[in-house]
DNA sequence: ATACAAGCTGTAGTGACTACAGGTTCAAGG
DNA sequence: CCTTGAACCTGTAGTCACTACAGCTTGTAT
């Protein structure tokens, strides 16, 4: 028997982060005992565990659970799938990119910076107009 | 005179999101028209594009107010800039790494999703156990 | 029986904005 | 002067993806 406590221990993803997901439907809402305790299935542990890899990669939830979606086709094509990564890797490889112009322009600050000086060449360069 | 408008024009940061950073107490609150208009100062409007740039750069909010701080003290030191800007700059490298390791994972699942298969090996990683 | 852990729902908060609603003031044109 | 539309005001609520209670119930171990 998988309580959300076990759920979230086999799938990784926090209990409270569970009980959102199932408020927003991004996943389904699991059977639950006479006592109103939610019983999960082995489906929906993957299916929780599925999302969390989703957002491990920066997938936003929506696109995670249009991933997941794919995958209760019966009869899948892995066009979508594949369309929904590359347009993500997309966005990564310029996340990246941006990450990079952010991380020359520190660089640059601070070798500026090399003395207790008055006056601060960071400061000043974002101060400049 | 400039007005809140143009204060936005000349610093680059979005009207509403001034209107955010007074409340917050992240920039000072300008003095008002005799109508209550605001009416910003060079210096107030320096201040906001300050503000823009850390963010630009992946300064939290708290941060840059911070080191907008640190530019309207007299005596300023350049250490606690560097010691920030330093700081930073291991984040973004630290957050470039793991988009480099995202990106490496897609890139391995997109080659491996090489038709149209009824099982899509993207989906089937994502679900395993 | 008791005590504590695990579970429940509903609500509110985080960070950094963003978008109204409903109102006032200003500036330009007739 | 009047009208119109733009620009401004405050207060509130919403976005995204969680996260953390409060106050209550249930289950388990001793």
Redesign the interface.
């Known amino acids: 028997m998988i309580t959300i406590g076990k759920a979230s221990e086999l799938s990784g993803v926090v209990i409270e982060t569970i009980r959102y997901y199932e408020r927003e439907g991004i996943v389904s809402q699991p059977d639950r005992s006479a006592s109103g305790r939610r019983i999960y299935t082995k489906v929906e542990v ?2 929780l ?2 999302i969390r ?2 957002r ?3 997938l936003p939830v929506s696109q995670a659970k249009s ?1 997941l979606t ?2 209760e086709q019966q ?5 979508s ?2 369309d929904i ?2 347009h ?2 997309k966005e ?2 310029s ?2 990119s941006e ?2 112009r ?2 020359s ?3 640059k ?2 070798a500026q ?1 090399q ?9 000043d360069e ?2 400049s ?1």
């Open positions: 993957d299916n565990r599925f890899r989703c491990d990669m920066g991933l794919l995958t009869d899948i094509s892995c066009k799938a594949q990564a590359s993500h890797l990564i490889k996340k990246i990450l990079q952010v991380e322009a520190l660089k600050l601070i910076c003395s207790e000086s008055k006056k601060c060449p960071i400061l974002l101060l107009d």
